[in-house]
């Protein structure tokens, strides 16, 4: 196989891959980085913006399939790359890894793993992150009242309470709010409050089993921060290395951007978010020997006037 001259670090990788870009290289060039870190490695590369690409209960069959493949292995990496989804699928991925490699589990991060990305990168032993990598705060988003976009849930906690001070505090007339009111339903605040608890004491779980389960303590802050949506204000703020090593305190390691390794992995980064784009595929999921891909098809569904 012909490989991209990754020594010399001038040289554009994506300009070079357009032509050719089959699987075969992108699992020669896995199949090296799994001789590399002496462990089975796997990617789940999420092409964001094309329908379905959110972490969904589906991906759990692909994965599967692909972890079949590499089934004699104890030892295991995830190459992530997501901006999220389903935390609870998130949480069913990481118990399927953490089954099948008992012995080590750790996750690289090319480019970014956030939301329920991040939740499972505190899932694993150990992170690697390049220095352009970034994890990102795990405060769920709820769907906007009316069912268009997302929004924090704690944007409507703190909207509530917002109204509160502003009568009980200033003295507004509570006249004033009952349309707002009447859209902030009990049961939907209910929502929201379980789903930041439910994602603290899901982050909370998994660090004190793995990677801090030397400090329970920080285990318990980390999954605070991440989760309260008050210590990281925007939940798109990007965590990089720094921050993840020195204030979350995590098992994070950087990657040396002018290694071997560090090429490899941002070619096989670039090859698979390329060949998801022209294959309008949702997701690539892959290990050295097999390469699967997931596409959504949405179909408009009209009514036949009479």
């Known amino acids: 196989m012909e490989n991209l001259d990754i020594n010399n670090k001038n040289s554009p990788i994506f300009r070079n891959i357009i032509d050719p870009n089959d699987a075969t290289k992108r699992q020669h060039l896995i199949s090296e980085i799994k001789e ?6 796997i ?3 999420a092409n964001v913006g094309q329908p379905g690409s959110g972490i969904m209960l589906q991906d759990a069959i692909l994965m599967e399939d692909i972890l079949r493949t590499v089934s004699d292995q104890k030892k295991g990496v995830l190459m992530l790359t997501s901006s999220g989804g389903d935390p609870n699928a998130a949480e069913k991925l990481m118990q399927m890894f953490r089954k ?24 694993s032993d150990k992170i690697c992150m390049g220095y352009g990598s970034e994890l990102g705060s795990i405060d769920p988003q709820i ?4 069912g268009e976009g997302f929004i924090p849930a704690r944007a409507y906690l703190d909207g509530l309470n917002d109204i509160r001070k502003k009568v009980k505090e200033e003295g507004d007339p509570i006249n004033l709010y009952y349309g707002m009111l009447q859209q902030l339903k009990p049961q939907y605040l209910a ?6 608890d439910e994602s603290r004491i899901t982050a909370q779980k998994w660090l004190e089993e793995y990677m801090l389960n030397d400090n329970p303590e920080q285990a318990k ?7 309260d949506g008050t210590t990281y204000r925007s939940h798109g703020k990007p965590i990089d290395f720094k921050e993840a090593k020195e204030k979350l305190k995590l098992n994070v390691d950087e ?12 070619e096989v980064f670039l090859r698979t978010i390329y060949h ?5 595929n949702a997701k690539l999921f892959e290990s050295k020997t097999n390469s699967l891909g997931m596409s959504v098809n949405i179909a408009s569904i009209g009514t036949k006037r009479k």
């Open 191 to 196: 929502i929201c409050r379980t789903a930041i």
């Open 276 to 280: 998801a784009q022209v294959t309008n």
């Open 143 to 146: 769907q906007l009242i009316g």
């Open 221 to 227: 802050l980390v999954a605070n921060w991440l989760s």
């Open 43 to 45: 990617t789940y590369t």
């Open 36 to 41: 590399t870190l002496e462990s089975a490695v």
């Open 100 to 123: 099948r490699f008992p012995d080590s589990f750790q996750i690289i991060v090319p480019f970014y793993a956030k939301s329920a990305a991040t939740l499972m990168c505190l899932g």
């Open 255 to 266: 990657l040396d951007k002018d290694s071997d390794l560090w090429q490899k992995i941002w």
